[in-house]
């Protein structure tokens, strides 16, 4: 019921056949007002979704809305938060993507708010008062001009995603990379990481492959960042292949120049989808990557969090894994990532809804979108960086042990030394943390 997403119309609203309704979705109407028979629904409203429309106020009595927790706005014609949000006493999570907000005042954040989503805007600063967000756990601000960032963002101690991609930060403050939960993030798109991406895509050796040189056939899917069609080389070498033509346009992770750069400076590696060359030529000069066709027998470990979930993965009911696939699994996405790391590439988004797996232990890391590049060279801010992401692989080993049950004493033990790993991994003092180095040790130990 919560995840409902299906539209409603001012009609029925009207009509008093929503009265009770615990969601509602007005989206894409061209409303310029608030409607007020919304207010109606005042002792039952907890999602409101008012995406795509042409509002760029909220009224003074939203807080009447006594149950509301979350709202989107996306798509709209904002230039500030509203400060009204700040006396929405239940208000959990706030998606205001794609407006005209340059403006953040402090009273706008409610007091409970977990998830905080304002991504392709315009805010130069974040007030100090995000600090007393206390229950803050995702924040996403890619796409906005934001030369730096408040230190009292220090005291948001349950943090754990945040994109800060594709803004104008010249460095990443030390305690930053401190933050006691922080797993996911992503600061692509930078000044403190532009340069790195050039080189990368400058020292690139991947072959160019022309548009011309490909049949495009079925589409296969669609990401944040781009399509990906199923393609047939025309030269005769391949079979399928992959084509993932990009949109250009900033996403929630920042901008598809970082992913193409990461994606490419990757590498090859048996736990990475390999790419056969760097698309060129496209009619619409889009940007965009060739890579081997993964065959349907693979599939997401699991699906992206929910509004309830908030920053965890939800793995279908009934998922269960054998003690040796989960370590083939853990071990070989962990090999990804150290590779990534001596790279100088922090994923950014090492979630299971981003890997794609056999059922046998096989598996593939995909999704470069939150993808950043650090200085493996600065040695303290490298393994900090790396730290972070041996926060989100504790998250995932903890998932795939939750969903695994020893068959024998000697399984039993191995599952508790994995729970050891799990806890460093998931250390609240980032610098206790093992690197990936030390995790592949100890995978390996029992595999
Ligand atoms: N190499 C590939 N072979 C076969 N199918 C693919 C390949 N790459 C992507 N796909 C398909 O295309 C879909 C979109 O992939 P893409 O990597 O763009 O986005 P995503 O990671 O699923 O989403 P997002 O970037 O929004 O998180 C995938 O879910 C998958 O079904």
Not at 316 to 337: D, H, P, Q
Request: with cysteine.
């Amino acid at each position: 019921m919560h995840d409902d997403l299906r539209p409603h119309t001012l009609e029925l609203l009207r009509s008093g056949a929503l009265a009770g309704s615990r969601r509602l979705n007005l989206v894409g109407l061209g409303l310029r007002e608030f409607p007020p028979e919304i207010l109606e629904l005042a002792d039952t409203l907890e999602i409101l979704d008012l995406s795509g429309n042409a509002l760029d106020a909220l009224p003074e009595e939203l807080p009447r809305l006594r149950k509301l927790r979350i709202l989107f706005c996306s798509g709209n014609r904002f230039g500030a938060l509203p400060a009204v949000l700040g006396r929405c006493e239940q208000l959990e999570m706030v998606g205001f993507k794609s407006n005209r907000i340059a403006e953040l005042p402090a009273e706008a954040l409610p007091p409970r708010l977990r998830w905080l989503i304002l991504t392709d805007n315009a805010i130069e600063t974040l007030p100090a008062a995000i600090g007393r967000c206390v229950r803050l756990q995702k924040l996403a601000l890619a796409g906005n001009r934001l030369r730096e960032l408040p230190p009292q963002l220090a005291d948001c101690h349950r943090l754990e995603l945040l994109r800060i991609s594709a803004n104008r930060l010249e460095q990443l403050p030390d305690w930053l990379l401190e933050l006691p939960r922080l797993s996911w993030l992503a600061f692509g798109g930078n000044p403190c990481s532009e340069a790195r991406e050039q080189a990368a895509l400058a020292q690139s050796t991947l072959a160019d492959l022309p548009w011309s040189a490909l049949r495009i056939e079925a589409r296969l899917g669609e990401g944040a960042s781009g399509v990906i069609h199923r393609a047939m080389r025309s030269d005769g070498t391949e079979g399928a292949v992959a084509v993932k033509v990009f949109k250009g346009a900033v996403t929630s992770d920042g901008w598809p120049g970082s992913e193409l750069a990461a994606s490419i400076h990757a590498g090859a590696h048996a736990n990475l989808i390999p790419l056969r060359g760097r698309l060129s030529g496209h009619p619409a000069q889009a940007q965009g990557l060739v890579m081997a066709l993964v065959g349907p027998e693979f599939r997401s470990l699991a699906g992206p969090p929910s509004l309830a979930s908030c920053s965890r993965d939800v793995y279908a009911e009934g998922t269960r894994f054998e003690l040796a696939a989960l370590l083939r699994l853990a071990g070989g996405i962990a090999s990804a990532v150290q590779q990534l790391h001596r790279r100088g590439i922090m994923h950014g988004d090492l979630y299971g809804h981003n890997i794609l797996h056999c059922g046998q232990g096989r598996a593939l890391l995909g999704d470069f979108g939150a993808a950043s590049f650090f200085d493996p060279a600065a040695a303290a801010q490298a393994a900090a960086v790396q730290r972070i992401e041996a926060r989100a692989f504790g998250c995932l080993l903890e998932e795939l042990i939750e969903r695994c049950t020893p068959a024998t004493a000697h399984e039993a033990a191995v599952i508790e030394a994995l729970a050891a790993l799990r806890d460093a991994c998931l250390d609240e003092r980032p610098g206790r943390r093992p690197l990936f180095d030390a995790i592949m040790h100890s995978l390996a130990a029992h595999g």
